[in-house]
């Protein structure tokens, strides 16, 4: 379904949110990556050259890309056992090491994957 065949209004507003929400996303993960690489490259599933670009983009680059139509930034948790621990009343602290245990897995299969892919 394409949204700019809905309202025009209604589309113009879910371009708007979308937009907002890319450029927190972009000016987040780019803190991220300056303040610590490694750890932003495992918290936001993206590998070295990726993290250098955003390290090195401007503010007017972030921006023009964050006015994309198309939501720059997906979810990662995208399998039962992860909605199911992130929904889990565990207390936080075991929560929080079940959900980096799970994605440190995913990391490791998507990275043996691309090394032979």
Same mark, same amino acid.
């Given at each position: 379904m394409d949204i700019d065949s809905n309202d025009s209004? @209604?589309?113009a507003e879910v371009h708007k949110e979308?937009? *907002?929400i890319n450029l927190a996303y972009m000016l987040l993960a780019q803190k991220l990556v300056k303040q610590d &690489? @490694?750890?932003a490259?495992?918290?936001?599933g993206i590998g070295p050259e990726l993290a250098e670009l955003l390290a090195s983009m401007s503010l007017s680059q972030i921006v023009k890309l964050a006015a994309s139509k198309l939501l720059l930034c997906s979810f990662r948790l995208d399998n039962k056992p992860m909605l199911t621990v992130a929904a889990? *009343? &565990? !207390?936080s602290g075991l929560q929080q090491a079940h959900m980096s245990i799970l994605m440190a897995a995913r990391h490791m299969r998507e990275s043996s994957? @691309? !090394?032979f892919g």
């Open positions: 209004g @209604a589309a979308i937009g *907002d &690489k @490694a750890a490259m495992f918290r936001l889990d *009343d &565990k !207390s994957t @691309a !090394s």
